[in-house]
């Protein structure tokens, strides 16, 4: 694809960049060819895709766009990069003498607005020392990924991440208020921070969500909201069946309260977690957090929809509490990930999809069925609804399996692609989406167009008219063709 | 005379996963110990290691290890889980043995009752070096003394012996670092912090062929003499007086106030002998025996 070999981009790159940021080490250049969807193979120090030429640490707008103006007319293929948590494969480097762009210097926050509620940061600000630094002033971006301590804020817009208490809170596309992003052509945008307008399309949503296939975010402004957690209330309940689960999730949805967590476990997922006091029942978890007033109106509420149902026995919400204060995935777990994969030889990876509530339970079931009856050496599959909205709501599914008489690089094909290929198409094929929120990545391409329909005409003709050169991070939503 | 099967047991522990406690939680409670009500039941990691072990020996050794037995003393939904999750990796016996006690401070009384429970004739016992909770690292000693057996510490990995199939190779730390022993069974063995032992995963369809088997709960058992309480009013705990002077209680006074209570000291010691051919090895343990004045 490119015009130019490795030792060329290498020298191209030490023309605009520093010698010092331009990063050629072979074992890190290894490492930066994945992400966490082949974590088996990079545990076993297995790399199947072609190697990067080089990773480029940047430092300002400015130097973006120059390396993206001198890409595009070399052709090279450029993978923005940022908190490395990605899990669809958003980084893996296919193309071969790819460079990864990483924007992790670009740490600054820039302003706390407490007055317009609004914080601008880089897009090399770690979400968790922003809210940290939010929190301690009273105030929260709301924003509450599993990532949280790992995710960086281009990589969080890029991928229009959701987080654990989005139920309140929305998505980040509900709480980007404006931003910068640099387009392949070396174009530098800003889009203001108004509250609300109606210009014509909200352009906002092209930037988010774009995965680095069209452009590079290099700096985004946040909504703000009052942090009051010692107004949380806590409640989880017991219960048999995911279908009654799912029926109470959308009363509580659908009649208009917005807890910041509504959660339902089936039994089997909900074991990992809840054993102690759940047995291998199904659970459900609220929270209800904000101004007092609300939260208690919120927390009664949902404590009578609830009561309405016999079958649901409440449990002691110190047991959520507890479970609240443990939520997020930092560097440690992720390292003790990596032993208990080597040592046991079993793996878990999960795929997210949202459908309309009256083919929630229908998904969930047939998901269930379809793979325990497909797919091989399983010792965990099961599932959770994390994300609730008027008009229906997603299903997070786990699955853990035994890595039997395969190499590396066959756990992929073998376990976890044959699983998500059962995923998305019971879901497509309910009218649901095959990506709720971790990103379409490299290896829910082969769908794009099923998930689409007759509306890909409007992705495709982005693609052509931002990224005419083909060099933004190819093969991510977008399949090559 | 060859060994020709292994029956193999593993005494384990489930306890609180101290990682589940908030900041709120680590405040001493009316128990002297912090809350863990709230937190998740994990295995303790050590027997977890002793758990992976059996079953890595039963793999080795093909059909020569005729029963793998676990028990514990909690018959608690955690313990229920775990016994079903080693039925379905293998384990042909798994007793559930509850109590009404503490169980951290009692290892003397944990081996008497294990053995009890579970019977003397087992070619190895394994069990964690210490709970992570009780931390005594007494109970694999308290058996070994009791059957009379030989026991090793600290150990790391099993593995058969290469020439000789009734020999077992045993790795454990040791103060002058990784001692290598070829050992034969019977024995007591005390897993420790063993680098690459975590338990398997039962697969769902293994899960669901043993889950139909009901799980066997002992009879519940109390220490003799009622559990152990809490320190009387105006008793505390205290060192041994100077010179190691007693205090007697005169049968028949009716004014007499019990002043200190102290824990006789307890020991126990071991040696290794190293030396050259068997003979040299003799010469050198009857040396140490005299030395010991034994």
Same mark, same amino acid.
């Given at each position: 694809m490119n015009s130019m070999n490795r030792e060329e981009i290498v020298a191209g790159l030490k023309k605009l960049l520093p010698a010092e940021r331009v990063i050629t080490d072979e074992q890190v250049l290894k490492d930066a060819s994945v992400d966490r969807f082949r974590k088996y193979e990079n545990i076993c120090g297995v790399y199947t895709q072609p190697i990067p030429a080089a990773i480029a640490y940047v430092e300002s707008t400015g130097e973006i766009s120059n390396v993206l103006v001198w890409a595009s007319s070399g052709k090279v293929n450029i993978i923005p990069r940022a908190g490395i948590s990605a899990t669809e494969g958003g980084l893996e480097t296919i193309v071969p003498n790819s460079v990864v762009l990483d924007c992790s210097r670009m740490n600054k926050i820039l302003s706390i607005d407490h007055i317009n509620m609004q914080a601008t940061c880089q897009a090399g600000v770690s979400l968790q020392v922003l809210d940290d630094k939010c929190r301690a002033m009273g105030l929260t971006t709301g924003h509450s990924p599993q990532s949280k301590p790992l995710a960086l804020m281009g990589g969080l817009t890029a991928t229009r991440s959701i987080g654990q208490f989005s139920t309140l809170y929305g998505g980040i596309e509900d709480m980007i208020v404006g931003l910068e992003a640099v387009f392949p052509n070396g174009e530098i945008t800003r889009i203001k921070n108004v509250p609300r307008r109606a210009a014509g399309p909200d352009i906002r949503h092209v930037v988010v969500g774009n995965e680095g296939a069209l452009c590079f975010i290099t700096e985004v402004t946040v909504k703000l909201? %009052?942090?009051? %957690?010692?107004?949380?209330?806590?409640?989880?309940? *017991? @219960?048999?069946?995911?279908? @009654?689960?799912?029926? *109470?999730l959308r009363e509580v949805m659908v009649k208009g309260y917005k807890p910041s967590i509504a959660r339902l476990y089936d039994h089997e997922d909900g074991a990992y977690h809840f054993s102690h006091f759940a047995g291998d029942k199904c659970v459900l978890i609220f929270m209800a957090e904000g101004p007092e007033g609300i939260a208690c109106a919120t927390a009664e509420a949902i404590k009578a929809i609830v009561a309405a149902h016999p079958e649901c026995q409440p449990v002691d919400p110190?047991? *959520?509490e507890r479970w609240f204060a443990h939520l997020n995935w930092d560097p440690k777990n992720i390292a003790e990930e990596r032993i208990e994969i080597k040592e046991t030889q079993n793996i878990g990876h999960t795929t997210e999809i949202s459908a309309n509530w009256s083919e929630l339970n229908n998904i969930y079931e047939a998901v269930i069925k379809r793979v325990r009856a497909e797919v091989p050496d399983l010792t965990l599959l099961g599932g959770h609804s994390s994300h609730g909205y008027i008009n229906g709501a997603n299903i997070y599914f786990v699955y853990y399996y035994n890595l039997v008489d395969i190499k590396p690089e066959e756990e992929i094909t073998k376990y976890h692609l044959a699983i998500k290929g059962i995923i998305v198409e019971e879901t497509i094929k309910r009218g649901g989406s095959m990506c709720h929120h971790h990103g379409v990545g490299k290896h829910r391409t082969a769908w794009i167009k099923q998930e689409y329909g007759s509306s890909y005409y409007i992705l495709k003709t982005l693609k052509d008219a931002f990224d005419p050169a083909k060099i933004m991070n190819m093969g991510d939503i977008w399949p090559i063709e | 005379m060859e060994r020709t099967f292994m029956?193999?047991?593993?005494?384990?522990?489930?306890?609180?996963?101290? +990682?589940?406690?908030? +900041?709120?939680d680590w405040a001493v409670g009316e128990n002297l110990r912090p809350v863990d009500t709230y937190a998740r039941p994990i295995i303790n990691p050590e027997d977890e290691s002793a758990l992976e072990l059996a079953l890595r020996l039963r793999d080795a050794f093909k059909n020569r290890v005729s029963s793998l037995t676990a028990a514990t003393?909690?018959? =608690? $939904?955690?313990a229920r889980r775990m016994a079903k999750t080693l039925k379905a990796l293998g384990y042909s016996r798994v007793l559930l043995t509850p109590v009404d006690f503490d169980t951290r401070f009692c290892p003397d009384w944990i081996a008497r009752a294990a053995l009890e429970k579970t019977g003397r004739n087992y070619s190895l016992i394994l069990t964690g070096s210490r709970s992570a909770d009780g931390q005594n690292g007494l109970t694999a000693m308290y058996l070994a003394e009791r059957l009379g057996l030989p026991l090793i510490t600290e150990v790391l990995n099993l593995s058969p012996h290469d020439g000789d199939s009734t020999l077992i190779k045993v790795e454990s730390l040791s103060d002058d &670092?990784?001692?290598?022993?070829?050992? =034969?069974? /019977?024995?007591?063995? =005390?897993?420790?912090?063993?680098?690459?032992?975590?338990?398997?995963?039962?697969?769902i369809k293994d899960r669901l062929k043993s889950a139909q088997e009901p799980l066997e709960i002992g009879t519940p058992l109390s220490i003799s003499g009622g559990a152990p309480t809490a320190l /009387? $009013? &105006?008793?505390?705990?205290?060192?041994? /007086? $100077?010179?190691?002077?007693?205090?007697?209680?005169? $049968? &028949?006074?009716?004014?007499?106030?019990?002043?200190a209570l102290w824990r006789e000291k307890q020991s126990r010691v071991a040696k290794v002998v190293d030396a050259g051919s068997p003979a040299d090895k003799a010469a050198t343990l009857l040396a140490s025996l005299q030395d010991w004045g034994l």
């Open positions: 909201f %009052p942090f009051y %957690p010692e107004n949380n209330i806590f409640m989880g309940y *017991i @219960l048999d069946s995911m279908k @009654l689960g799912f029926e *109470i110190k047991h *959520i | 029956d193999i047991l593993v005494l384990f522990k489930m306890v609180p996963n101290l +990682e589940d406690l908030t +900041e709120a003393f909690d018959d =608690s $939904p955690g &670092g990784l001692l290598v022993q070829t050992a =034969s069974p /019977p024995m007591v063995l =005390s897993i420790g912090n063993a680098p690459s032992a975590i338990l398997r995963v039962p697969t /009387p $009013p &105006g008793v505390a705990h205290t060192n041994p /007086p $100077p010179g190691g002077a007693t205090t007697t209680v005169k $049968p &028949g006074v009716a004014h007499t106030t019990l002043q």
